[in-house]
């Protein structure tokens, strides 16, 4: 039991007489206290957001019209090109630098395993790197088509960061070469 | 023989220091707690491997449901009845005493703005329960609600952080919408809300 009062009744062994009133004990049974005590933590327990969730930062680039200067095109040799499509498919091509009637694109359909986008990620970074000597120039354009779902969008910019890609960018569909894309494969652009 | 006693001890057991023990836990936890939000649509968030921690305060947050529908929070109460005041004013929407006040306890709302007087009257348990149509986005033209409560809420609170939670089924055709309203008022930089998992090799 709480002791509260530690002073013994009656004052034994210093030789007094004195005959005192009985003291009523101080003690209180805490039991109940501890039980309320117990039960208010399980409900906050219970209450509490354990596992805070964690944000992803995005940056878009700002609309042309708040352009003050135009860049300079980037060369397409350093950039690769990622059309995410329905039913998590993920295409991707390179645009030539210059285009002629001869030119032809090749585009493959990928997932998002390692084994396809990251693969796809690292073989452009090695690319670059032996065409311009720095991998961190690749850009990578990443253009999701309506129909793709959130999870691509960002399953795909977690790419970038695992695979250190310095420069991307989503953007809308609007080359003419993702037109034709997404024509050939079946998905709609708007 | 004789049998040998054995004194009979008390079984009472001091309890002073779990008492000790359990209001310390109870306060740790009542001071750390932060209820979980109400949610009007269950939302399953796509996991990344960001580590940045949300914020605790000044949050803008946009929910996107599987559908396609924009639902819009604010995490702070008193930005909450300004920017009540500023929508009142500029949508013609006259408010009485008790429906700021439910717009005040309004954690998660998603309707035209112009509905909203109707939702605040409704008495409480049918308020939570009541379905929301979605803010009516709509960035061609007309309206420009989304526009307009992105601006206001700035404009409240200077250090507002925009988020936006989305499920992963949501398409990015309403994604996208929703960036279009971001851009028009400017904001090029939000944080999308992901859980936390590790990059698999």
Request: charged fraction near 30%; include cysteine.
């Amino acid at each position: 039991m709480a002791d509260m009062n530690t002073s013994e009744p009656g004052g034994k062994g210093h030789g007094k007489k004195k005959r005192r009133a009985k003291k009523a004990s101080t003690r209180v049974d805490l039991t109940a206290m501890v039980d309320l005590g117990f039960l208010l933590i399980t409900f906050f327990i219970l209450a509490t957001t354990f596992s805070k969730p964690k944000t992803m930062e995005v940056n878009k680039p700002a609309k042309e019209d708040d352009k003050k200067v135009e860049e300079p095109p980037i060369k397409m040799s350093k950039t690769v090109n990622f059309m995410m499509g329905s039913g998590d498919k993920l295409y991707w091509y390179v645009s030539p630098d210059a285009i002629d009637e001869n030119t032809t694109i090749e585009m493959d359909s990928i997932d998002y395993s390692p084994n396809g986008l990251r693969r796809i990620i690292k073989k452009r970074q090695s690319e670059v790197a032996a065409q311009w000597g720095n991998q961190d120039d690749l850009f990578v354009m990443i253009k999701p088509l309506p129909a793709s779902n959130l999870k691509n969008t960002v399953d795909m910019l977690d790419e970038m960061t695992i695979n250190n890609v310095k420069r991307y960018a989503i953007l809308e569909p609007t080359d003419p070469i993702d037109s034709l894309v997404a024509v050939r494969v079946g998905q709609k652009v708007k | 023989m004789p049998k040998v006693k054995v004194p009979r001890r008390s079984t009472t057991v001091d309890m002073t220091a779990m008492c000790d023990v359990a209001f310390l836990l109870l306060t740790f936890f009542i001071l750390t707690t932060k209820f979980r939000a109400k949610e009007v649509v269950q939302i399953d968030i796509p996991s990344s491997t960001a580590q940045i921690p949300i914020p605790d305060r000044d949050i803008l947050m946009f929910q996107l449901a599987p559908d396609g529908k924009v639902f819009f929070g604010l995490d702070d109460q008193p930005t909450r009845l300004k920017l009540l005041d500023r929508l009142s004013s500029e949508y013609k929407l006259s408010l009485s005493e008790s429906q700021k006040d439910a717009f005040r306890l309004l954690e998660i709302w998603g309707m035209d703005i112009n509905d909203l007087p109707a939702f605040l009257d409704l008495p409480a348990e049918k308020r939570a329960i009541a379905p929301q149509a979605g803010l009516k986005i709509d960035t061609t033209g007309g309206g420009h609600q989304v526009e307009d409560l992105i601006l206001f809420s700035r404009q409240e609170n200077n250090n507002l952080r925009i988020a936006i939670k989305g499920d992963k089924s949501t398409e990015y055709r309403s994604f996208a919408v929703l960036i279009t309203a971001l851009q028009n008022r400017k904001v090029n930089r939000f944080n999308l809300i992901t859980s936390a998992r590790t990059a698999k090799e």
